[in-house]
């Protein structure tokens, strides 16, 4: 008791002391050793007893700075060996996420579901720490060299889960997690000579060229019909429709070529049938300020009515199965196969040299010749498909005309979404129309490791 007694009594007065000499140290003694040091500034009060209003925690988060594009904020631990994950997560990340998990908008959740979904997004995404420390995090800056992909986002006028979860020395996470609201500051609209145009068509869809000011940090784009883009954009707003979709590029990236696929342009983007796509854009300079803009695309069919046009009528999938209603046109045809392959295999094999012909016609392709000859359309049908992304390919050849192959990516459940590639023609580049693009103020084809 005695011991407690003046123990109470030298910390007291070392922090009465304070108010003398800002560098003065506070020290927390055990026998013979100093087990704890503190600032007498770093502390309001030293106690026996907790009171109820007052957290007791290993880690807190103090938002230091917030602008446009960047934040800065400090992880602060009890001592220097408390270990954390942290991160910064956008708004639109853990809606996702609640969609994902729970069907509903994070919004709409109660407390504990939506602490669930902003835990188990930083658990997906986070950096790690020790110790106290103060971070920046500026957009679009690259943290890892290896690849584009591993880039910041802090973009202006968004909302933000700034999060820090204790752990262990294995990175087990411990009881203690915690987050923050914050918001950056909205950007101003100024001019970049952003412009987005048609280059050409190759295997894997629609290529456009994009120029703008060199003061471009990067753009953000968000591609697809424009029917249902439009309906979407107009429900949810634009911001909700580039923050949960979009996807982010530099200008030289975008103007670049096998990053994606060898030869392969990276600014290629899918087209699935005839009919208007439009690409919404939005450029950030290194300020923060954003240009906006909308570019309408017209993909339309075959000049050229001898080449072999696939028409997919209908499409299902779920667990292990799938069926695919299609017509091929002209029904002469000399040859037509219809195969089932894991996606990451046909891409092993086109890098390999194989063509999509090839590829259609071997290993367990199915001869549909007599079928599309005769009613001119076919069902494929397989109860047994691997739990994994795959492609149907679909193959026609006429005399003349050349050949078409049409590849269909799935996975096999009833919630991601079906990916066509554009068709492919081996013997003639298929013929396509003038291009007619409408400019008002205002992705690409990317192989997937898995579901």
Not at 63 to 81: A, M, R
Not at 173 to 196: C, G
Request: charge should be negative; charged fraction near 25%.
């Amino acid at each position: 008791m005695i011991k407690k007694t003046l123990f109470a009594a030298f910390v007291a007065l070392a922090a009465f002391g304070a108010t003398a000499q800002d560098n003065e140290n506070m020290y927390l003694v055990k026998g013979d050793r100093v087990v704890a040091k503190y600032a007498v500034d770093a502390v309001d009060y030293i106690t026996f007893k907790l009171p109820d209003d007052v957290l007791e925690q290993n880690i807190w988060l103090t938002v230091d700075k917030v602008g446009k594009n960047s934040v800065t904020y400090t992880v602060n631990t009890v001592d220097n060996k408390v270990r954390y994950v942290h991160n910064l997560l956008s708004y639109y990340d853990v809606n996702y996420t609640a969609m994902d998990m729970f069907g509903d908008m994070y919004d709409n959740l109660d407390d504990a579901s939506k602490l669930a979904c902003v835990q188990y997004t930083l658990s997906t995404n986070a950096f790690v720490g020790i110790g106290t420390q103060s971070y920046t995090q500026n957009d679009f800056e690259q943290y890892d060299a290896s690849s584009e992909a591993y880039r910041l986002s802090v973009t202006p006028g968004t909302k933000y889960f700034l999060c820090a979860w204790e752990v262990d020395e294995n990175l087990e996470p411990l009881d203690t997690f915690i987050y923050e609201e914050l918001e950056t500051l909205a950007p101003e609209k100024v001019n970049l000579n952003l412009d987005v145009t048609f280059a050409k068509y190759n295997d894997y869809g629609m290529v456009l060229d994009f120029t703008g000011d060199s003061n471009i940090l990067y753009v953000r784009t968000c591609w697809g019909m424009k029917e249902e883009m439009e309906v979407y954009a107009q429900y949810y707003g634009m911001d909700f429709l580039m923050g949960t979709f979009g996807q982010s590029w530099s200008l030289d990236f975008l103007g670049g070529t096998g990053d994606m696929e060898p030869g392969i342009e990276n600014a290629t983007w899918p087209v699935y049938e005839p009919g208007e796509y439009v690409m919404y854009v939005r450029a950030y300079d290194f300020n923060g300020n954003m240009e906006e803009k909308e570019f309408v695309f017209n993909y339309v069919s075959s000049e050229d009515e001898d080449v072999p046009v696939i028409t997919v009528f209908s499409k299902e999938k779920s667990e292990g199965h799938v069926k695919v209603n299609f017509e091929i046109s002209p029904s002469n045809v000399e040859e037509a196969y219809v195969r089932m392959m894991g996606e990451n295999d046909v891409d092993d094999r086109l890098n390999m040299g194989y063509t999509y012909p090839e590829l259609a016609m071997g290993g367990t392709a199915i001869d549909i010749t007599n079928e599309i000859n005769t009613m001119g359309e076919y069902t494929f049908v397989s109860d047994e498909v691997p739990e994994q992304w795959n492609s149907i390919l679909i193959y026609a050849k006429c005399k003349e005309a050349g050949v078409t192959t049409l590849r269909l990516n799935f996975y096999p459940d009833s919630e991601t979404e079906w990916n066509t590639y554009a068709p492919n023609h081996s013997k003639s580049v298929k013929k396509m129309k003038k291009i007619r693009t409408i400019r008002r103020a205002g992705c690409p084809v990317i192989k997937r490791a898995g579901k």
